[in-house]
C-alpha cells in the first residue's frame, strides 16, 4: 500500500479531496491516524496475509458470507445483554454525534502533528478491508466479515469506510436513516458488529440509535 503522510490538522480537508480523486478513478484513501496507526494496520497486513493468502481471497470469502446470517448467529450469543440494552426509552436529548475523530490526539482531541493516509487500489471503499487483510481478534470480526457487512452497510446507507487505526474504524455517511425505526434496526446491526460501542459505551440500543439518525460520521471501537 501507499502511504501518504500530512499535517493532521489538514487531513479532514485532504480526506474530502482524495475522495474525490477517487470518484474520477483515483485510488481509495485511508486515514490510519497517526504513527501508532500506520505502524498497526502495516503490521496487521504483513502477519495476517499467511492467514489470507491474498486480497482476492478475501473478496471471494466475502462474496460468500451471509450478513444476515452472521448477525443472527451474533444476536443469539448476545440475546441477553442485547434484551437489556433493547429495554430504554428513546433518550430525550440525543447523545453528541460523531465526527471524524482519527486525527485527534485521545487526551485533547487537537490535531495530531502527522497524520497518515494509505492509497488503495479498490473497486469499492468497503473492500478497504481485504486490501489490508484488518481485523480478527477479540470480538473484532476478521478481514472477510469486515468487508461483506460494509459492503452491505455502504450499499444500504452510502456508509464508506474512511479511516482504519489499530483498533478504531470510522464511516463517512451519505444516506443515514431519517426515523427511529431505520435508526434503531442499524443500532442493532451496529451492536452486533461491534458490541463495545453499546456495552463500553453508550449503554442502550436507543441511545445508539439516537447518534444515527442524520449522522455523518459512525464510529467502531474494539478492545
Known amino acids: 500500500m501507499k502511504i501518504l503522510e500530512v499535517a493532521g490538522v489538514e487531513a479532514p480537508a485532504i480526506l474530502d479531496r482524495l475522495i474525490a480523486e477517487f470518484r474520477a478513478g483515483g485510488p481509495w484513501p485511508l486515514l490510519l491516524g497517526g504513527e501508532d496507526g500506520r505502524e498497526a494496520v502495516e503490521t496487521a497486513a504483513q502477519v495476517n496475509r499467511e492467514h489470507y493468502g491474498s486480497t482476492n481471497q478475501i473478496l471471494l470469502d466475502a462474496e460468500a458470507v451471509s450478513v444476515a446470517d452472521y448477525l443472527e448467529q451474533q444476536r443469539q450469543e448476545r440475546r441477553e445483554f442485547l434484551e437489556e440494552a433493547l429495554n430504554d426509552e428513546w433518550p430525550s436529548e440525543p447523545l453528541e454525534r460523531v465526527t471524524l475523530t482519527t486525527h485527534l490526539k485521545l487526551s485533547n482531541n487537537r ?43 455502504e450499499d444500504q446507507w452510502g456508509a464508506e469506510v474512511v479511516s482504519v487505526t489499530q483498533d478504531i474504524v470510522q464511516c463517512k455517511v451519505s444516506r443515514p436513516p431519517k426515523t427511529r425505526e431505520d435508526a434503531l434496526c442499524l443500532a442493532q446491526e451496529q451492536y452486533l458488529y461491534c458490541p463495545d460501542i453499546v456495552e463500553q459505551g453508550c449503554d442502550s440500543i436507543p441511545r445508539l440509535a439516537s447518534t444515527l439518525i442524520d449522522a455523518d460520521y459512525w464510529y467502531f471501537w474494539w478492545d
Not at 493516509?117 to 469486515?146: H, K, Y
Open 111 to 153: 490535531p495530531l502533528a502527522k497524520a497518515y493516509f494509505a492509497l488503495l487500489e479498490v473497486e469499492r471503499p468497503a473492500d478497504s478491508f481485504a486490501a489490508i487483510m484488518w481485523g480478527g481478534w477479540n470480538d473484532c470480526p476478521d478481514a472477510t466479515v469486515q468487508t461483506a457487512i460494509h459492503r452491505r452497510w
